[in-house]
């Protein structure tokens, strides 16, 4: 498996406060990537990376800010959590971007309550 | 904006059963990624493909270019092999972004 962990790998907070989840990996991929995950929707991509301070926005990345100051961290930020930000988040990462496959890290089940 | 749907939505089958679940997309790609969600939530890469066939064990992917529309098999479907299985393509030809499906559940009865 590759070598990427999340955390927290569980949080609960309240509306209005923010929030940074972490993905770390070992294997020294350029690629990084933020997505959720909610019932009836496929993963949707938030933000991803092709290097390091080099971001691009998904599909639904407003609400969301990210940075990736090292290769192996990558930081997804609700800037002011909000009640539609409950979602489980998944980072993904990946050597060779549109012609690799991506690799994905165990989850964060986030609440905001 | 590629359109990926996947079908069936959910499948219920008996042990040592052939398994056929199938993907469509409306966009040219240059290949597609077939994932798997565990029960406890862990999703893990199957296989990406351009073209033709890939197998993998029990697991055999075919992709068709021209129709756009790939399928992903399991032979002698094992109680193990229940999960969510996620087709995924780029939103378009060339984009390292990825437009995911919304996943077949898969379930096989002893």
């Known amino acids: 498996d590759a070598g990427i962990t999340q955390s927290p790998r569980h949080k609960v907070t309240e509306t209005g406060t923010p929030v940074t989840l972490r993905c770390h990996q070992t294997e020294n991929h350029r690629y990084m990537y933020w997505y959720r995950q909610d019932p009836g929707h496929g993963l949707r991509l938030i933000h991803y990376?092709?290097?390091?301070?080099?971001?691009d926005k998904g599909e639904v990345s407003d609400g969301y800010s990210v940075s990736r100051s090292k290769t192996e961290d990558f930081l997804l930020t609700l800037e002011s959590a909000t009640s539609s930000q409950t979602s489980v988040y998944f980072c993904?990462?990946?050597?060779?971007?549109?012609?690799?496959?991506?690799?994905f890290g165990p989850g964060t089940r986030l609440t905001v309550t | 904006k590629n359109e990926v749907e996947q079908s069936p939505q959910n499948l219920t089958a008996q042990e040592g059963e052939f398994i056929t679940i199938n993907c469509s997309y409306s966009v040219g790609i240059s290949a597609l990624h077939w994932l798997q969600q565990h029960p406890g939530g862990g999703i893990v890469s199957l296989f990406m493909l351009s073209s033709g066939k890939k197998k993998h064990g029990r697991l055999i992917a075919t992709i068709n270019i021209q129709e756009k529309h790939s399928s992903l098999h399991i032979t002698a479907s094992h109680p193990r092999d229940s999960a969510v299985y996620i087709c995924a393509a780029p939103r378009d030809f060339g984009n390292e972004k990825l437009t995911f499906g919304t996943g077949t559940r898969l379930t096989i009865i002893p």
């Open positions: 993904a990462i990946s050597d060779r971007g549109r012609n690799g496959e991506q690799y």
């Open positions: 990376s092709y290097g390091v301070k080099d971001t």
